[in-house]
């Protein structure tokens, strides 16, 4: 499964929606600053763990959750 990262003027989301562009989640989000992906999980943990170490629960952790929950999107939780 494929995860976004959604970067927000109030947060930052991990998305498992696949959108088609970038202007369908503008259109979703009306504070949309810009967007990573579509990457595989492995690859968004890497990536935010690598530049957000403050990530509480960790990257992995909070992208594994999205992947098994039953939401579609997760706002990032940082220390």
């Known amino acids: 499964m494929k995860i ?20 369908e989640i503008q259109d979703e989000y009306p504070d949309f600053i810009t967007s990573l992906g579509p990457w595989n999980e492995e690859d968004v943990a ?10 509480n629960p960790s990257a992995s952790e909070q ?3 999205l992947i098994t929950g039953e939401y ?5 939780n940082f220390e």
Do not use: F, G, H
């Open 72 to 76: 579609v999107s997760l706002t990032l």
């Open 46 to 55: 890497s990536y935010l763990n690598s530049e957000y170490p403050r990530l």
């Open 4 to 23: 976004t990262i959604i970067y927000l003027e109030t947060a930052m989301l991990i998305s498992k929606k696949q959108y088609d562009s970038w202007r």
């Open 63 to 65: 992208a594994a959750s």
